[in-house]
């Protein structure tokens, strides 16, 4: 076996292909499972996590571990896979063995969402957050569905510094439904701009690396995927907390064709709801008539500050949400009926 500084070769293995058919290995529809076969796009994802070599990677959902084998030629120093699905056990043993003198492998059966980092990653050195970031690198090829709520996990924890970002601001490579991942980059103006764009940015540099054709999938998915990079800024642009921000942009974004303002006045309670969403914009001396999809995240910060600053004078606001109150509404409705 040949080893350079950034390369490993695997020895001789059953193609993908032969190892689902032999473990029978049927994609789940429940599981929303899509395995790529192409050798050269699983290698252009690792590829596009940067410098690996001596690295800690995690790999979420690594399935019969087609994005692995690409991982694993990049010689990491540890490798940490995360797989719901037991079915796919032996094969990830397989090739666990199979390294077992060069590289060591933590299979962990069980939900990524559930995953404790800090037992993980508790043999790399915590990094300055203002430093060189971690030798920590999170890859994954995951069900849309969860990889949205994923990434919106990801980024609380980003914005308190826990879990993998304990360790500095280790970056992630993650492919999304290709209009996901879209939305994600959308810049202000943009007609895909949203409040994942603007949660995902506030936090983050995001870049759409390539997109990748739903046919290179088995079974193929109805649409295609684009494998983006997010890497956590060294200054994000705004310290307030990850709930607070959410709950803003939630309310501002629920009436996207709207003028901003109208929104945001859902922040706040009916009988004060006119005056605070005007202070709101006031403070943060933004037009109230502007689309939610024309504020840049410079703007939105400002008014997040706003809105801190009302709650401040308010704090019964924090704890508002207008949803929350139409359905307890609703509620009395029914049981009056
Ligand atoms: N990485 C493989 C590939 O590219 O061929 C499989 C990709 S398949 C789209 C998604 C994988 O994520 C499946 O193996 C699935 O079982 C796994 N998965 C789904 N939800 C998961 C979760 N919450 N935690 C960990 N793995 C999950």
């Known amino acids: 076996m040949i080893r350079s500084k950034s390369s490993l070769r695997l020895p001789p293995l059953p193609t993908i292909r032969d190892l689902i058919k032999l473990y029978r290995l049927r994609a789940l529809k429940q599981l929303s499972q899509n395995f790529l076969m192409n050798e050269k796009l699983s290698d252009n994802i690792v590829r596009a996590a940067g410098n690996i070599y001596n690295h800690h ?34 094969t990830l043993q397989l090739l666990r063995e199979t390294c077992q003198d060069h590289l060591k492998i933590d299979i962990e059966i069980g939900d990524i969402r559930s995953y404790n980092f800090e037992i993980g990653f508790q043999d790399v050195p915590s990094c300055s957050w203002y430093g060189i ?4 690198h999170l890859i994954g090829n995951l069900p849309f569905s969860v990889s949205t709520i994923l990434m919106i996990n990801w980024l609380h924890a980003i914005s308190e510094k826990r879990a993998a970002w304990k360790y500095g ?3 992630m490579t993650l492919t999304f439904q290709k209009e996901v991942a879209e939305r994600i980059v959308a810049p202000c103006g943009h007609q895909q701009r949203c409040r994942l764009s603007v949660i995902c940015q506030l936090w983050c540099d995001v870049k759409i690396q390539f997109i990748i054709p739903g046919s290179a999938f088995v079974p193929k998915p109805d649409v295609d995927v684009g494998v983006v990079t997010l890497k956590p800024l060294k200054y994000p642009l ?12 939630r309310n501002i974004f629920n009436m996207r064709q709207k003028y901003s303002i ?14 605070l969403a005007s202070r709101m914009f006031f403070i943060a001396d933004i037009d109230p008539q502007i689309r939610p999809t024309q504020i840049t995240n ?34 009395n409705i029914l049981c009056s009926v």
Do not use: Q, W
């Open 57 to 90: 990677v995690l790999e979420v959902g690594p399935g019969p571990g087609s994005i692995t084998r690409s991982i694993i030629k990049k010689s990491p120093s540890k490798l940490i896979l995360v797989e719901k699905d037991p079915r796919f056990l032996p």
């Open 133 to 136: 970031p971690p030798p920590i």
């Open 169 to 171: 601001r280790a970056s």
């Open 238 to 249: 705004t310290d307030l907390p990850f709930k607070m921000v959410e709950k803003v942009l």
């Open 262 to 275: 109208k929104g945001a006045s859902r922040l706040f309670p009916e009988e004060m709801r006119n005056e």
């Open 298 to 331: 410079e703007d939105f910060c400002k008014l997040f500050y706003a809105y801190k600053v009302i709650s401040n004078d308010y704090p019964e606001i924090v704890d508002y949400d207008s949803r929350a109150r139409k359905i307890r509404n609703n509620d």
